[in-house]
């Protein structure tokens, strides 16, 4: 659950590196998306943690 969103952030500031992808690096469109994901992802995983602690206690 917390996993998850760690890798996709990860993912987007290498995605996002000048110095590791050179001019393959993400625009401000694939930023935009790629931020919505992440959003995306952290809300689900936030709304999991909460249902795993809920049912606990």
């Known amino acids: 659950m917390i996993f998850v969103p760690v890798c996709a952030l990860v993912i987007l500031m290498l995605a996002n590196s000048r110095e590791v992808m050179g001019e393959h690096a993400n625009g401000w469109v694939q930023n935009a ?17 909460w249902q795993l602690i809920a049912k606990f206690a």
């Open 33 to 49: 998306l790629g931020i919505a994901g992440l959003a995306a992802v952290s809300v689900l995983g936030a709304w999991q943690a």
